[in-house]
C-alpha cells in the first residue's frame, strides 16, 4: 500500500493551452479513488503526471514521502485506455518487458489468474479485446505495485466483458492491498468500485467536488442502494459529470 500527496498548480502545454488548474488531493495507503470529468479536462493529462510520464514542474508529486520528477516509479502499475502490447511480442514477452527476471512459473500462475492459461506464446493479434486488456491487467500486476493507475480500461468492450474485468480488478486489489486511481466517465462504475470520487471541471480543470462512498462492500454494478445513491447524488448536484456544481 502506498500514500500518494497531489499538488499541481497548473499544466500548459506549449501552445499556451492551460489544461489544469490547481488540482490539490491526497491518496490514503489502500484507497480507492475514482476520478470523473468531462471529455478534454485532463484526466489522462493528471495520470500521465503522476506516473512521471509527464513532467510536473508547476507543483508536486509525493510518492510514499519521495517527490519525483517526471521519472518512472517502478513501484506504479499503469493500465492505459487501450492495451498497448507490443504486437511481434507474445504475451510472455510483453510480460516480461516490465519484470525481466520473471519465472515462468510466476507469469503461468498470473495469466491462469486473469483467465489465460496456456496464452504465453500468443501474438496480441490472436487474442480478442477483452483478451487484450486482461494481459494489460496481468502486466500491471506482474510489478506487485504499491500504486495502480487506471484510465478507463474498460471503455468499449460489451458489458458482460467489462463486468468480468472490473470483478477481476476487484479481486486483484484486494489481495495485493495496492492503492488505485481510477479514471471513468461512468459514474455507476465509479460507485461500484470506489471508496472516494473527484469531480473535475471544465478546462482548466481543477476539482469541483469530492464526494465518499460510505456504501458496505461487496457492491453490486446495478444494485439498488449504488442506484440511489447515484440519483441522490445527481439530484443534489445535477451539473455535475459536466464539471460544475450548482
Keep these: 500500500m502506498a500514500e500518494l500527496n497531489v499538488r499541481i498548480e497548473n499544466k500548459q502545454y506549449i501552445h499556451g493551452t492551460n489544461v489544469l488548474d490547481n488540482i490539490e488531493f491526497n ?42 520528477y517526471g521519472q518512472m516509479c517502478t513501484q506504479i502499475g499503469y493500465i492505459f485506455q487501450q ?40 501474438y496480441p493479434r490472436t487474442l480478442s479485446g477483452g483478451m487484450q486488456r486482461r494481459v494489460s491487467i496481468a502486466r500491471a500486476f506482474l510489478i506487485n505495485p504499491k500504486l495502480l493507475l487506471l484510465d478507463e480500461p474498460f471503455n468499449s468492450l460489451d458489458a458482460p466483458t467489462a463486468a468480468r474485468l472490473r470483478l477481476l480488478l476487484i479481486k486483484f486489489c484486494q489481495r495485493q492491498r495496492c492503492s488505485v486511481i481510477f479514471v471513468t466517465h461512468d459514474l455507476q462504475e465509479a460507485v461500484y468500485l470506489a471508496d472516494r470520487i473527484l469531480f473535475l471541471s471544465q478546462p482548466p480543470s481543477r476539482i469541483v467536488h469530492q464526494e465518499s462512498i460510505t456504501l ?31
Design 27 to 68: 491518496l490514503a495507503a489502500g484507497e480507492f479513488v475514482a476520478i470523473i470529468g468531462p471529455s478534454g479536462c485532463g484526466k489522462t493529462t493528471l495520470l500521465n503526471m503522476i506516473s512521471g510520464l509527464e513532467p510536473s514542474e508547476a507543483g508536486s508529486i509525493v510518492f510514499e514521502g519521495e517527490r519525483f
Design 83 to 122: 492495451p498497448r502490447l507490443m504486437p511481434w511480442l507474445t504475451v510472455e514477452q510483453n510480460l516480461l518487458l516490465v519484470q525481466p527476471n520473471s519465472r515462468p512459473d510466476t507469469i503461468s500462475e498470473l495469466l491462469a489468474s486473469v483467465g489465460l492459461e496456456g496464452k504465453q506464446n500468443c
Design 216 to 246: 458496505r462492500r461487496p457492491r453490486t454494478e446495478s444494485g439498488t442502494d449504488e442506484l440511489s445513491w447515484q440519483a441522490a447524488l445527481l439530484a443534489k448536484h445535477p451539473s455535475l459529470l459536466a464539471g460544475s456544481v450548482n
